[in-house]
């Protein structure tokens, strides 16, 4: 007897509640929805130049019923037809809204926003540019990295409108990182898209090479520095006229350096720019060899007629 007591104690609770909703959801409601907003009739030979919104907010009306089975319409769009226009065009969002934002029959729009929307678009162009990798590394000790990090291909093919192309001179990939590297690396890493809007670069993804060997260190005394362009009328003495250096770079090529291999210079035009009395000079090195240590770090000059 509890047993049915229970079961008609639940039955007329949710006798109750579908009584409650079947009336309820009768009435009319205001809700709030998010549409995306779609370009479409884009010319071949034109592309945006400027961002629009992702979405527009349609505040609608209808009754409960039917704001809940909107949620269940597939592909609700708000469509922008750009066939017609060239360069620039304010369209205004609550105009030709039937055609624009097709909602199942009995639901009404109360407001959308934004109230207009700037649709910028100018010559569609492609434009090669060099990669740019974001790497991110550490070193196990004793090794380092030998030479640039290198991508294959070493450019990029951008689409998009001109005068977004017009300000980029490279193209960067999605930021990687490696830690405690001791071997070189050869990955595919890919190519950023989103580093600017409206852009699209091909291929989507580059072959990242590191190559990565254990490092030495050597040491070269007696470097000659040579002052440039000096003019006939002066001459410039060095004190001292000579430098000692010391290199670090790949085993390898550290192996493989000679003295010989090594200039050093100054600039005339750094001396007549000179307020301190010394300058460093500049060593110019072999391929993936870096100077770590330069003795004297400056060179103090007299200048003579």
């Known amino acids: 007897m509890k047993n049915k007591s229970i079961h008609i104690v639940i039955f007329s609770a949710l006798f109750a509640v579908v009584l409650w909703l079947s009336v309820n959801m009768g009435y009319e409601y205001q809700s709030v929805i998010s549409v995306p907003l779609v370009l479409d009739n884009i010319k071949p030979n034109r592309a945006l130049a400027r961002p629009i919104p992702s979405s527009l907010n349609v505040k609608v009306r209808s009754s409960g019923w039917q704001l809940v089975g909107l949620s ?58 060099p990669v740019e990798a974001l790497v991110r590394m550490s070193f196990r000790d004793g090794y380092g990295v030998v030479g640039d990090v290198r991508t294959t291909p070493d450019s990029v093919t951008l689409t998009g409108a001109r005068s977004l192309l017009d300000k980029i001179d490279q193209w960067q990939t999605e930021p990687v990182e490696f830690s405690n590297l001791k071997s070189g690396v050869n990955t595919r890493v890919a190519v950023s898209d989103t580093f600017a809007f409206g852009i699209t670069p091909a291929p989507s993804f580059v072959s990242l090479q590191i190559d990565v060997q254990p490092t030495a260190e050597k040491s070269f005394k007696g470097i000659p520095v040579e002052v440039n362009q000096v003019p006939r009328n002066r001459v ?24 010989k291999d090594f200039s050093a210079y100054i600039d005339y035009k750094s001396i007549l720019l000179d307020t301190t009395g010394s300058l460093q000079a500049v060593v110019t090195t072999p391929r993936n060899i870096k100077v770590v240590k330069q003795q004297p770090e400056r060179l103090q000059y007299v200048v003579r007629k």
């Open 72 to 129: 269940f319409v597939p592909n609700i769009h708000y469509v922008l037809d750009v066939g017609d226009i060239s360069n620039r065009y304010n369209f205004s969002t609550s105009k030709d809204i039937t055609e624009r934002l097709k909602l199942p029959q009995g639901i009404r729009t109360i407001d959308i926003k934004p109230e207009t929307v700037a649709v910028v678009l100018d010559e569609k162009i492609k434009k090669n540019v």
């Open 236 to 259: 410039v003495v060095l004190i001292p006229p000579k430098v000692d250096i010391i290199i670090r770079g790949g085993v390898e090529q550290i192996a493989a350096a000679e003295q």
